[in-house]
């Protein structure tokens, strides 16, 4: 899926498209938030400091459920729930931003990760490496076509506002009843919330605007274990000419979950489509938040991975 700075530049286009059509997101930050989707779980807890459950799990279960089921959860607690109701209302908005852009490029990434394994064997030891090489080369070419900002100018914590007035918890309490209904996790609403702090911490780490801790720490190691570029491939690059990682040769590619389908769309034509696609579904998400409408209607329930209806299985 992309990655996040591409979710972030991704959403505040989204939120310009929402502010021309004369709709202003709930709560900007939590809408940030909001826009990284599921992915915030990836980080939960998985510091070696950080004390109390991993809810990683949830992460992956949240990419691997109908997307209509999913987002009636979330009308449902925004129904019920007064408290922090502006803040939870924009981490939905922002969750819509992440889903359409997962749906839309997911395919064709997957498509380029089988591709790129094929013409550069010796760069990974799995698909994820190739897949989180794809997705960090994309962070900086959609930075670069956004914001005409350089990698080496940005640093990745900027994607996710930091804790204020209780926005974590938001986004804890609003996940609370998600996930207990969902998938029977019962999980407390403080522990939820540490998701995007964690994040944060996380991508600190992360951040490499010289090159230097590629160059002088993570390479050498990976060399050492033999084990491909287990990290580095999650390092942006500051350079993204040695492969067209987003496709803009226009070359033919398939839906790996449909081989029937093919395209020659570059990732950007696919990026312009889905922010389109968001903002059509937040505003009539907004619309339906106090009618009967159904989410099968508005999301047409196509998968995070597969972009198909009713298909929900993750490749790569």
């Not at 972030?8 to 990284?36: P, T």
């Not at 691997?64 to 009308?75: D, N, Q, V, Y």
């Not at 918890?169 to 522990?191: C, I, K």
């Not at 409408?293 to 329930?301: A, H, V």
Request: glycine share 8%; aromatic share 12%; hydrophobic share 40%.
């Amino acid at each position: 899926m992309p990655a996040m700075v591409t979710h972030y530049e991704f959403a505040l286009r989204v939120f310009s498209k929402l502010k021309k059509a004369g709709v202003e997101v709930a709560n900007r930050d939590a809408a940030l938030i909001g826009a990284q989707g599921p992915d915030i779980f990836f980080f939960h807890r998985v510091l070696p400091w950080e004390p109390g459950q991993s809810y990683v799990v949830a992460g992956q279960k949240l990419h691997r459920i109908s997307p209509a089921r999913l987002f009636e959860e979330f009308r449902r607690v925004l129904r019920a729930e007064r408290r922090q109701a502006d803040a939870m209302l924009g981490y939905v908005e922002g969750f819509f931003c992440h889903y359409a852009l997962d749906r839309a490029a997911h395919p064709y990434i997957l498509w380029a990760q089988e591709k790129l394994t094929g013409e550069d064997p010796g760069y990974g030891k799995n698909a994820h490496q190739y897949h989180f090489r794809i997705e960090s080369a994309l962070d900086t070419l959609t930075l670069r076509r956004e914001s005409g900002r350089l990698m080496s100018d940005f640093k990745l914590q900027t994607v996710l506002p930091k804790d204020h007035d209780g926005l974590y918890l938001a986004v804890g309490r609003l996940y609370r009843p998600v996930l207990l209904r969902l998938f029977g996790m019962d999980a407390p609403a403080e522990l939820l919330a540490r998701a995007p702090g964690d994040m944060r911490q996380a991508l600190f780490f992360m951040t490499d605007r010289s090159m230097l801790r590629q160059k002088l720490l993570f390479r050498p190691v990976e060399k050492l274990t033999r084990g491909g570029h287990f990290a580095t491939s999650l390092m942006r690059p500051l350079n993204t000419g040695d492969w067209d990682y987003a496709n803009e040769k226009h070359a033919e590619w398939t839906n790996p979950f449909d081989e029937v389908y093919t395209s020659t769309d570059s990732f950007f034509d696919l990026y312009d489509l889905a922010a389109n696609e968001a903002a059509d579904m937040i505003i009539e998400f907004l619309g339906a938040l106090s009618g009967s409408r159904s989410m099968q209607e508005i999301t047409q329930d196509r998968g995070f991975s597969s972009d198909l209806p009713g298909v929900y299985e993750i490749k790569g």
